[in-house]
């Protein structure tokens, strides 16, 4: 069975470009979940959408942070313009039945911003 | 007080050895959990869930103290492949479902 999907695995960019993120959920999974994890914060939820809809995004740090869920297979997370301090490792997770069921996460990607 | 707390560690053990994580949560709505298995450089993958009896898969048990607000992972005759970082879940059920991560514990076993 397919996985979550993340791409890219990496990404090396210069301070002020913007990134996309992109994931694809396990099919037949209602929730998505968009995690940061660094060594200081740990893994920090950032959004999760249910059935396409965004239900919390209070852990967006900044408006230079957006998620969408245009479809029940495909979301993204965008960052406009890029910094330094935005370097970490972005999961992306699905489940089904929200916490009631665990969580499958991608194989993340790597950002570094320059 | 944070809704969900572990220990950081590192716990440095030898191999073969019983090793025991506690996981709080600060939440008494709280009912779902889990326990999952954090290698360096890789991503989170689900260790086991854990049930209000306790329950236990191989050399992993897992048990809920609901009274207490804690849950706890026991890993027996420990092997080196064991050596990652153990992350609790927490999740207020039902309407808004929050999900909470713990920070980790960092098992270390040493041959």
């Known amino acids: 069975d397919a996985g979550v999907i993340q791409s890219p695995r990496h990404e090396v960019t210069e301070m002020g470009q913007e990134v996309t993120l992109r994931c694809k959920p396990i099919?037949?999974?209602?929730?998505l979940f968009w995690y940061r994890q660094t060594m200081m914060r740990g893994l920090e939820l950032l959004i999760y959408?249910?059935?396409?809809?965004?239900?919390?995004d209070s852990g967006m740090p900044e408006d230079r942070f957006s998620a969408k869920m245009p479809n029940a297979s495909f979301s993204t997370l965008k960052i406009q313009p890029s910094e330094p301090r935005d370097s970490a490792v972005y999961f992306c997770?699905?489940?089904?039945?929200?916490?009631?069921?665990?969580?499958?996460f991608g194989d993340g990607t790597r950002l570094s911003i320059l | 007080r944070k809704e969900v707390e572990q220990d950081p560690g590192p716990f440095n053990v030898p191999e073969g050895a019983t090793v025991a994580f506690n996981c709080t949560y600060s939440?008494?709505?709280?009912?779902?959990f889990f326990w999952y298995r954090q290698d360096c450089r890789k991503e989170p993958k689900l260790l086991m869930s854990?049930?209000?009896s306790g329950n236990e898969d191989g050399r992993f048990t897992a048990q809920l103290n609901r009274a207490s607000q804690y849950i706890s992972l026991l890993i027996r005759d420990s092997k080196l492949s064991d050596s990652a970082t153990y992350l609790c879940?927490?999740?207020?059920?039902?309407?808004?479902?929050?999900?909470?991560f713990g920070t980790g514990t960092k098992l270390q076993v040493i041959p």
């Open positions: 879940v927490v999740t207020v059920l039902p309407g808004y479902q929050k999900v909470t």
């Open positions: 959408f249910n059935n396409n809809v965004p239900i919390d």
């Open positions: 099919s037949g999974h209602d929730y």
């Open positions: 997770a699905s489940s089904y039945e929200g916490g009631r069921q665990p969580q499958h």
């Open positions: 854990v049930y209000s």
């Open positions: 939440n008494s709505a709280s009912q779902s």
